[in-house]
């Protein structure tokens, strides 16, 4: 028989695990449905053994009783830590993913064979993030830019790396179409090599268009 | 930066030195405590950071103004300038960023009370404040809501302890003295003092380090 807790720690390993993923497993829809389901138990079962009592239950009168009391208490917390985790983890990482520019929805979507997210939670052919994670990332896109436009000239989701260099050597990965430099424009086709200024080509290694040479 | 950039900064007579380049003083300095401290430090409010905006702003219409040139002479020049600004973006990049880490995993702390929301910008403020309505959203919209309705805060302290994580205070940091002044740590057999000199640089906890730093007497590094 499965234990208090049992489920709410399945989702802290796969919360564990995540951290350590480049991607973003998919949403444990029915973890988390039954985890939830278990805490509205436990609060239905500490209403039921505090009834007879009309709210003038001595603990230590009836020990038993308070001892089941406490450990349903406990129990719930603890759920509700363990969902707090899981879905503090995946969230951290979405907004990761957001910093780094890459279309969150568009990938999600992608690795699960490129079915639409929004439409179902169950099944392999839907995207790996809820539907409330989606709008999630959608409102923390909106945020982000929102706090970004007060810096338009410092570019905040640039290279954390101290620059060094004012000019790189880039190796073209994909296509990537023409682009504007102040030294006129460079059409960027795929493996060729170009020595170019890091501003202007920042956007595209963090996409994974060009690649950094040395 | 060096020992003498310090010194100037402490000395009265040395003001007489540009503001842009205190400014960048400043900045790196704040940069650098900003990302060995363990806790937001405080959004430096002498209008450090409009300066700063405005210096870039200016910096990058100079580059404008210099692109196409291509006589070498002051091609080079462009290349400095350049150069320059990359690494001035870098270190307001790196600060702001370091800073947005520690609100957004505090979040809850540093909005708790009125002094440490004064530790914000404004533009921090209105940041953490809407990502942490949008995280609550998100809880609730995904389980919170179907729990009763005396669970669903997240802002408990049942049992004593509170749901609120705080940043560790306690953990280590290193500091270099700017005048000679005691130094006092508390460790976990027993505390320590000495004579700390001038440009010592002596690791304690940020909470013993803290008031030496506030007073000026040390900076982090």
Redesign the interface.
């Known amino acids: 028989m499965p234990m208090y807790g049992d489920l709410g720690n399945k989702l802290v390993q796969h919360a564990k695990r995540t951290q350590n993923l480049a991607h973003l497993p998919p949403y444990q829809t029915e973890l988390?449905r039954a985890?939830?389901r278990e805490?509205?138990d436990l609060?239905k079962d500490v209403a039921s053994l505090l009834e007879p009592f009309q709210g003038s239950f001595d603990p230590s009168a009836d020990q038993p009783t308070a001892c089941t009391l406490l450990v349903n208490h406990l129990s719930?917390?603890r759920n509700?830590r363990c969902?707090?985790a899981y879905?503090?983890t995946r969230?951290d990482k979405l907004?990761e993913l957001v910093w780094n520019g890459s279309d969150v929805l568009d990938l999600a979507g992608q690795q699960a064979g490129g079915a639409n997210g929004a439409s179902a939670a169950d099944g392999g052919a839907s995207s790996s993030l809820?539907p409330?994670?989606e709008?999630?990332v959608r409102?923390?896109g909106d945020?982000l830019a929102?706090?970004k436009g007060?810096?338009t000239?410092?570019?905040?989701t640039?290279?954390?790396e101290?620059?060094r260099d004012?000019f790189i050597d880039v190796r073209v990965l994909k296509d990537a179409g023409e682009i504007q430099t102040?030294y006129g424009a460079i059409n960027l086709t795929k493996n060729s090599q170009f020595y170019v200024?890091?501003?202007d080509v920042e956007r595209l290694i963090a996409q994974g268009y060009l690649q950094k040479l040395g | 930066m060096d020992i003498d950039d310090i010194l100037r900064e402490v000395d009265p007579i040395f003001h007489d030195i540009p503001q842009e380049q205190r400014d960048l003083q400043e900045l790196t300095r704040a940069w650098v405590a900003e990302r060995s401290a363990p806790e937001l430090l405080p959004w430096p409010a002498n209008g450090l950071f409009e300066r700063i905006n405005a210096n870039i702003k200016t910096q990058i219409e100079k580059v404008e103004e210099l692109t196409g040139d291509m006589d070498p002479k002051t091609n080079f020049a462009l290349i400095v300038i350049q150069t320059e600004l990359e690494r001035y973006r870098y270190l307001v990049r790196s600060y702001l960023r370091a800073r947005l880490a520690k609100i957004d995993r505090h979040a809850l702390h540093y909005l708790s009370t009125d002094a440490l929301r004064a530790r914000l910008s404004d533009a921090e403020l209105a940041y953490a404040t809407r990502h942490q309505a949008l995280l609550h959203n998100h809880y609730l919209s995904s389980f919170l809501s179907s729990f009763p309705a005396n669970l669903q805060n997240l802002n408990d302290s049942a049992a004593g302890i509170s749901m609120i994580e705080t940043p560790d205070l306690e953990s280590a940091v290193f500091i270099r003295l700017l005048k000679d002044t005691p130094v006092e740590g508390r460790g976990v057999d027993a505390d320590g003092a000495m004579d700390g000199r001038e440009s010592d640089i002596v690791i304690l906890r940020w909470s013993d380090a803290k008031p030496l730093v506030e007073a000026g007497s040390a900076e982090l590094v």
């Open positions: 988390v985890v939830t805490v509205r609060d719930i917390r509700k969902l707090l879905h503090r969230t907004e809820s409330q994670e709008d999630y409102q923390y945020l929102a706090y007060q810096w000239d410092i570019d905040l640039g290279s954390l101290p620059p004012l102040e200024r890091q501003g």
